[in-house]
């Protein structure tokens, strides 16, 4: 039986992927080097730090500790203008339905983001209220794919990995899902995202009833 959803952040509840590719294309190019939207498919639910590695080894160079620090912290600088004039007109569609639905038939709800910046995005979209728990980047030491923040989110809530659903725009959080033994529903397209459960291209598609029919055997 399903007992709790456990969402991504940037891309599934928020329309932040936008915000974070714009920076990361913004340091690339200041460093001398293309990076397109391919690429940052690799980005996406990765660890700051790791997603600099990512991009630099894409731009072929190699930089020490200092200036690796010094680079993401200007991206974050610039992502936070970014984020820090975002309201609830940039919640995904269907994700407050489902998140108030949810609630309201009572299946529990955890944030699993790798964002050191989740809370921000929560607070100004109007979100926060609708998490029994929120395990974001600031409360986990290791990144997507491995299974750390879903795993934290299941305990936070009460509840075996077994009875989580894991909702995720990114490849590696898919693994992350997979790896901590949940099932998921991957938002985006099944191209990047085939290893999922089920997808479907936005939370507009999802409600309770569904994800009982769909997971059914959980
Ligand atoms: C999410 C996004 C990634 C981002 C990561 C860290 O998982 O999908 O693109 O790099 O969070 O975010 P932060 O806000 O801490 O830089
Ligand atoms: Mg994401």
Redesign the pocket.
Known sequence: EVKACLF????VLVD??KY??IA?KELAERLGFEFTEKD?ER??????T??LNILLEIGGLTLDEDEKTKL?ES??NR??EY?SKMDSSEILPGALDFLKECRSQGILVALG??????MT?LDNTGLTPYFDAII??TKTSA??PDPEVFLLGAEALGVSPAECVVFE??E??IEAAIRGGMASVGIGSSETLGAANLVIPSLQEMNVARLKEAFAAV
């Open positions: 991504d952040l940037d891309g932040t992927a974070h590719y990361w940052n980005l996406k639910g990765v660890s700051r790791a997603s993401a991206k974050n992502y936070v984020i983001s790798a964002s050191k910046n989740a995005i974001d980047g990144a997507k725009d990114a590696a959080g």
